[in-house]
Structures are given as structure tokens and as C-alpha cells.
């Protein structure tokens, strides 16, 4: 056990120096890149649709794409002609910063304002991986319970962001939403939530709003 | 990344030996193990509580829940008063043979039937790691989209039968079940599909007969 441990803490450190390699690349050439995790279907995929939509004509953006083995999220992305970079995991359950890294060096960064990269979808190992992001985008869907803060707190006290999705199904689920906030309070109490349905379009403005600011504001990585 | 992956290689062998050894005790004890293995919130712990609720009578049923931080499922199931044994995992995503082989320890074995094993949410490791199961359960929400048999094929292919569950979402949702039907029968072609809501109880007999079927039946372990 204690040298899975040790390996664990080597793979980990290993990870971090490159994120810093790859978050001093990014702040140089004023790329903010955004790691955007959730669990398999909570609509990563569907809200880059939407936020391609309403902000590719400002900004330019880039996509990774980080799946197991199809490039089926990279082929519902590919009609808004920018570029997308997919990463197959194969068996990884997790993105880490030298994938990362090789990818960034099919980007054009000098031309890029920002770039999303889709995490695999899974809460527990691509939070404890840095990629050199900017900042952390939580995504949690309502059809996947009131109790996700509390049952995976690593990623919603790393988040910089919290999308709540799917808020159209609250009506046919027991997502009880006051509990879902006090978790996520006591886990991180400043930490902004958008509730949305990327599907209806519900709550939509106010996170392009945040995210505006974000790319315009913050130190870019 | 050689040796990492020499590394990976190391980690299965050592938790394959001990689930071969798992499975050899569990069916010296006529014990069964289910290995239910799904993405965060799509049900498994209500699946369990109604699993409980219509064959605890019939049964012996124990339960090992794994989870990252919490004990919020287990906490869900004490109602039934059978007996319990929550894994926390902290930063791992999955279960391994070596803290089954720990928890089963903790039962008394001569006297279960069953047993069930909530795996971490995730998709991805859990399918990798025999714990010595008798089988594998996937289980999906419908809120998850149609398309998570091609995105996580591993866990499909694996699976001695796959539960659809929360069917009641989706006149919400864009699910398409001809989709879904025709990604799961390429990878697994003859594999069981139970189409459920757990929380509204549709579909929920032909799961129970069927799942009666296995523990009389099919080989221990």
C-alpha cells in the first residue's frame, strides 16, 4: 500500500510540473483555459454548444475534447469550425497536463482567447489532476440528485463555478435544491451557481455574462 | 509511460489474484456477489432500497457500499436492517479486490444469499477491476443521454445484464431508446435490458424475477 502511495504522489508531482509548464505557456500567449468536469451525461458537450453559439463570435475558441474512445462529443462540436483537439483516454478515466500539453501544440495559441477542455466525464480522478486550467468548471445535472456536493467535495471546493443543469427536470425528479445548496456552502461558500437547461436555454445569460468577464478579467493559464 | 503502464499491469495482476480468490471463498459459501456499476446519481442505491424491499423476505442480502467520502447510501439502506459494510475510498475511483476481500471479513457469510456491491460512481475504472463478482450490473439513467454504451463500451460489454432506469424522464429528455438499443446490442448483443423507474416502480418485476433467476441458478462467487 505504501508504495501505491508513493507511485500515486509520483504520478501527481510529475502532473504538477507539467500544469505549471503549461499554465506559464497559456498566461504568455493570454489563453484562459477552462477544465470543465462532470459526471458521463450531466451536458458538458451540450453547454459548449450553446456557449460556442453565444460567444464564438467575440471570442475566439478552442476545444479538447477528452473521451474513452469515441470522438462522438468532438463530431457535435465540429459545425462551429473551430478547432477541436480529441483525446482518447482509452482506459484512463482522467485528462493530465502532459496530454494536454501535446495538444496544445496543434493549436494556433497566438490566435486563441479561449480554451474549453472537456474533462472525461467522472467527478473523482480529474479533480485531483491539474491541467494547467485557469480555473475549474463544475457541471451537475438535477436528474443525478441533490447529494453530488457532499458525496464528491474535492471537485465543487476546487471549482471556481458551479453549472447546475437539467434545472427543466426539477419538476419530475426529487432534486430538492436547498439541500443541494447548503452542501455546496458549507463546501464552498463564495462559489457562484448558474442553474440552467442547456437544453431549453433557461439561465443561459447570466453564465455567458460570468464567463465574459472571466476571460476578460482574470489572469489568464 | 512505460512504466506506467508496467506499473497499471502490476495493480490488475495483484487485484485480479485477489478477486480469483474472493470468488473461490464466495462459492465455497454459496454466496452471490452483484457488482453494480453505474455513473454518479443513476439510481443504484434506490434500485437496492426497492431490491430490498421485494426480495429481503425471500433472501439473505448483504451490502457493500463503496463511496468516496460519505455514508450517505448506506445511511439510505440501514432501514432494511441487513447488514452493511461502507468502503470510502478517498481519492480512488473504484473498488479493488483487496478492500472487498476485507469488507467480506466483516459478514457472516454461511448466512447470506446475496450480495450487493455499489461500486463508486464512475464508469470507467470500476469495469476494469474484477472484484470476484458473480457479475457485473450496469446501470444507466436515461437523463445521461443515449449515448453511453458506445462512450463506455468496457462496462457494457462486461455486463451480465444492463438496467435503464428512470424511463419515467424520458418524455423530458431527449433520449432516443433506438439508439441506445442499437449501440448495446453491437457491443453486447444478447445481454438482458431492464427498462425501470425506481422511484416510481415501472418495470421493477421483471428486474426481481430475473434477478431471483441468477441467485437460485448461475455458479457462486
Not at 464564438?56 to 476545444?63: D, E, L, M, P, R
Not at 462522438?72 to 459545425?79: E, F, G, I, Y
Not at 439541500?179 to 455546496?184: G, R
Amino acid at each position: 500500500m505504501t508504495m501505491e502511495i508513493r507511485i500515486m504522489k509520483n504520478i501527481l508531482d510529475r502532473n504538477q510540473n507539467k500544469a505549471d509548464e503549461v499554465r506559464n505557456l497559456l498566461r504568455e500567449k493570454g489563453v484562459k483555459m477552462v477544465n470543465i468536469i462532470s459526471s458521463p451525461g450531466a451536458g458538458k458537450t451540450t453547454l459548449l454548444e450553446r456557449t460556442c453559439e453565444a460567444l464564438g463570435g467575440k471570442f475566439s475558441i478552442g476545444i479538447i475534447e477528452g473521451d474513452v474512445t469515441t470522438d462522438r462529443d468532438a463530431q457535435r462540436l465540429k459545425k462551429y469550425d473551430i478547432p477541436i483537439v480529441v483525446i482518447n483516454t482509452e482506459r484512463g478515466c482522467h485528462l493530465d497536463s502532459h496530454s494536454i500539453s501535446k495538444a496544445l501544440a496543434v493549436f494556433d495559441l497566438d490566435s486563441l482567447d479561449i480554451l474549453f477542455v472537456e474533462n472525461v466525464g467522472n467527478l473523482i480522478c480529474p479533480s485531483s489532476f491539474d491541467l494547467g486550467e485557469a480555473f475549474k468548471l463544475a457541471v451537475v445535472s438535477t436528474a443525478e440528485g441533490d447529494d453530488k456536493p457532499a458525496k464528491y467535495p474535492l471537485l465543487f471546493s476546487e471549482a471556481r463555478a458551479v453549472i447546475l443543469n437539467k434545472t427543466d427536470l426539477i419538476p419530475y425528479t426529487d432534486f430538492n435544491i436547498e439541500a443541494f445548496i447548503k452542501d455546496l456552502s458549507a463546501i464552498n461558500p463564495r462559489v457562484p451557481l448558474f442553474r440552467i437547461s442547456a437544453t431549453k436555454g433557461d439561465g443561459l445569460p447570466g453564465w455567458f455574462e460570468w464567463l465574459e468577464y472571466q476571460i476578460k478579467s482574470s489572469p489568464a493559464g
